[in-house]
């Protein structure tokens, strides 16, 4: 019995310093972020500017640099990189629920037609000529209403059958896309405003966008993390874990709900960035194990300094101009997928 509760012990301290090791890299990975860019600032420099709006802290700093690098980090960096991170984090959580929920690694939040709600949701705003405000507020609400109408599309006697909800996405999300090729052809001018924004990028990041997500990811992932025991049966078989005692279809409802927020919400302020949801959950699952009390957790942290990272790289490749960060998670993603369908076709031996 002792040598049981040591080794637990001893799993509860690895998990705990995994955890300490990705927080300690997802900050290394911001202040590069706060650093790259058409100006290049020191990371001394930026740690200068960050600890000078502590109070007490940042009164003992001298000011040796430029004004305008205190408005390049404040202004500009920082909240591009709080927003990345964000971003990074509600999709890398809800892709690690709803592979739970499908129990397959190859799912995506993006399978229920959210991308394609939102895409259209912003279209039609773009095309209305709405104000800028309402370009996200569209996205979210078509994001979300998507994933509703899935569910009831889905839903017969009560019940959800996973794969009646994987083809109703599919139905749903090829609808969307029609439409947005509609709205792109009837855009003329405003064309180049609805591409951008389906490509995917955090060129036009402020405060307003933290403030617009902040609140969805407080709300979400505690539940998620809740929810993690109901994930771990729901491995076993929707029959085991009802066995087990978990009620699957609230389950499912609450899933499908905190995933139609929080990528709704990441939809709205970034547009479409594609792949995160899929490939960072799989890769901290090999590194943690399947296991979602540690694997939530961990998603937040991997979600956080991929899309840092994948937003340096955009910032970088063609300076002073930048990519979309949506086409550079899909260079990373694209062969990834094709390793898990090649991997999953000799498993099952298709």
């Known amino acids: 019995m002792q040598d049981i509760s040591k080794y637990y012990s001893g799993v509860r301290h690895k998990r705990l310093m995994l955890l300490v090791g990705l927080s300690i890299i997802l900050f290394f990975v911001a202040v590069v972020g706060f650093m790259v860019g058409p100006v290049f600032i020191s990371p001394g420099v930026v740690l200068k500017i960050l600890a000078s709006q502590i109070p007490k802290l940042g009164d003992g700093i001298v000011q040796t640099w430029p004004n305008t690098y205190n408005t390049i980090v404040l202004d500009v960096r920082l909240p591009r990189v709080i927003v990345g991170m964000l971003v990074g984090i509600g999709l890398s959580v809800a892709g690690c629920g709803m592979q739970g929920l499908f129990r397959n690694p190859m799912a995506s939040p993006y399978v229920s037609g959210i991308s394609s709600g939102g895409a259209f949701g912003a279209a039609l705003a773009v095309n209305i000529g709405a104000i800028y405000y309402l370009v996200p507020l569209f996205a979210f609400v078509f994001s979300s209403a998507t994933v509703f109408l899935v569910y009831t599309i889905s839903r017969v006697r009560g019940k959800v059958s996973m794969e009646t909800?994987?083809?109703?996405?599919?139905?749903?999300?090829?609808?969307?896309?029609?439409?947005?090729?509609?709205?792109?052809?009837?855009?003329?001018?405003?064309?180049?405003?609805?591409?951008?924004?389906?490509?995917?990028?955090?060129?036009?990041?402020?405060?307003?966008?933290?403030?617009?997500?902040?609140?969805?990811?407080?709300?979400?992932?505690?539940?998620?993390?809740?929810?993690?025991?109901?994930?771990?049966?729901?491995?076993?078989?929707?029959q085991d874990a009802q066995d087990l005692g978990i009620n699957v279809e609230a389950t499912k409802r609450f899933i499908l709900v905190l995933t139609a927020l929080l990528v709704g919400a990441c939809v709205a302020v970034s547009g479409t960035i594609g792949f995160v949801g899929l490939i960072i959950p799989h890769i901290t699952r090999i590194i943690v194990g399947p296991d979602h009390k540690v694997l939530i957790p961990a998603c937040i942290f991997t979600g956080g300094i991929f899309m840092i990272l994948t937003d340096i790289i955009a910032r970088m490749i063609i300076q002073p101009s930048e990519l979309p960060v949506g086409i550079i998670t899909s260079l990373f993603g694209v062969p990834f997928f094709l390793y898990l369908l090649r991997r999953r076709k000799t498993s099952m031996g298709w």
């Open 165 to 238: 909800l994987l083809l109703s996405g599919i139905a749903v999300a090829s609808f969307f896309s029609a439409l947005v090729s509609l709205m792109m052809y009837l855009s003329a001018e405003k064309l180049e405003s609805i591409v951008f924004w389906m490509m995917g990028g955090f060129w036009a990041s402020g405060w307003d966008e933290v403030i617009i997500l902040l609140p969805f990811l407080v709300l979400c992932i505690p539940i998620y993390v809740f929810l993690s025991r109901d994930l771990n049966a729901l491995l076993l078989g929707e």
